[in-house]
């Protein structure tokens, strides 16, 4: 099985984020949310598929499989996690945004353990 790169992360990501959002996942979509040409994602979506995560008809939408879909999940999960710290520590949402997608990928568990802690503990509290 091949293994799974940060790349790859960010690939299943998007198509997560585009079935929530517009209920299909094409190849061009997918492209020009992770700016990117539609060969490279043709070829990220054919390791998708040899790993069991995605699945595609020939020129149809992307699917997720259920394995693939609460691996996306994990991912868009970290880096909301890590977007809403950056900006509780005052970052644009922009920058907190593009700053979160790099750090999902390269800390540590107990790292991501203690952010997530952080947000609990310093929840916004809404006015009854």
């Known amino acids: ?3 799974m790169t940060q790349s790859l992360e960010d690939y ?3 198509i997560h984020v585009l079935l929530d959002d517009k209920g299909e996942a094409c190849v061009h979509d997918i492209a020009a ?8 994602v ?4 054919r390791e998708l598929k040899k790993m069991g995560l995605a699945t595609q008809e020939p020129y149809s939408p992307v699917e997720l499989t259920p394995k693939g879909t609460a691996l996306a999940a994990q991912v868009l999960e970290r880096h909301t996690m890590l ?4 900006v509780k520590l005052g970052v644009s949402r922009k920058t907190a ?8 990928h ?3 568990a107990e790292t991501l353990d203690r952010i997530a802690a952080f947000n609990k503990k310093h929840a916004t509290r809404r006015k009854k």
């Open 1 to 3: 099985m091949n293994e």
């Open 12 to 14: 299943i990501e998007a």
């Open 33 to 40: 949310m992770l700016g990117v040409k539609m060969p490279s």
């Open 42 to 45: 043709v070829k990220a979506l």
């Open 83 to 86: 977007r809403l710290f950056l």
């Open 97 to 104: 945004d593009i700053d979160a997608c790099r750090m999902e």
């Open 106 to 108: 390269i800390l540590s």
